[in-house]
T-cell receptor, first 115, second 115 residues
């Protein structure tokens, strides 16, 4: 909802390790949770999203999990590669039923994968 | 393939000048957004529009105005540019649909420097 907190702000991992980024939201009625990746000098692009009727979604090496009770969702990247290095943003909408389409974004996590 | 374009990649203006940033999308999206991106602050919403001639204030509208005369075009206006408006400006668009909130597609960004 209006308050989306993202942690950590920076994350460094060795190539091949896993990385986890977590976001919390304040509005229990929020129903859509996307993750965006922004490589240096490029535009943010959606990498995975989840809606509130699903607890987990996977796409190859990335997955998103949602805990509606605790109001948090997490991005998991396995077998990290140097090309995963980027800034990652989570987001959530203001409230269920909102048709205006806006999202509140977290402040971002700078992920660095060392070879 | 969704395409969101912005009128300039880099722009240098002087304090007090009127500045126009333009954004065009080619996917017939109802929603369009203007964000400002500063290091450590994530993506902050300035204004958004959910239909032609309709606009809503975001979180940091002061010093900005917008115009949406055609569905595909959304303009951000700095009436009197100030040095604290030096930033990266990102435009985005999204489809409304039944879900209400959907993926936002971003433009390449305009890096504005106000001297």
């Amino acid at each position: 909802g209006e308050n989306v907190e993202q942690h950590p702000s920076t994350l460094s991992v060795q190539e091949g390790d896993s990385a986890v980024i977590k976001c919390t939201y304040s509005d229990s009625a929020s129903n859509y949770f996307p993750w965006y990746k922004q490589e240096l000098g490029k535009r943010p692009q959606l990498i995975i999203d989840i809606r509130s009727n699903v607890g987990e979604k996977k796409d190859q090496r990335i997955a998103v999990t949602l805990n509606k009770t605790a109001k948090h969702f997490s991005l998991h990247i396995t077998e990290t590669q140097p090309e995963d290095s980027a800034v990652y943003f989570c987001a959530a909408p203001p409230r269920r039923g909102s048709t205006l389409g806006r999202l509140y974004f977290g402040r971002g996590t700078q992920l660095t994968v060392w070879p | 393939d969704v395409k969101v374009t912005q009128s300039s990649r880099y722009l240098v203006k002087r304090t007090g000048e009127k500045v126009f940033l333009e954004c065009v999308q080619d996917m017939d999206h109802e929603n369009m957004f203007w964000y400002r991106q500063d290091p450590g602050l994530g993506l902050r919403l300035i204004y958004f529009s959910y239909d032609v001639k309709m606009k809503e204030k975001g979180d940091i509208p002061e010093g900005y105005s917008v115009s949406r005369e055609k569905k595909e075009r959304f303009s951000l206006i700095l009436e009197s540019a100030s040095t604290n408006q030096t930033s990266m400006y990102l435009c985005a668009s999204s489809f409304r649909g039944l879900a209400g909130v959907n993926e936002q597609f971003f433009g390449p960004g305009t890096r504005l420097t106000v001297l």
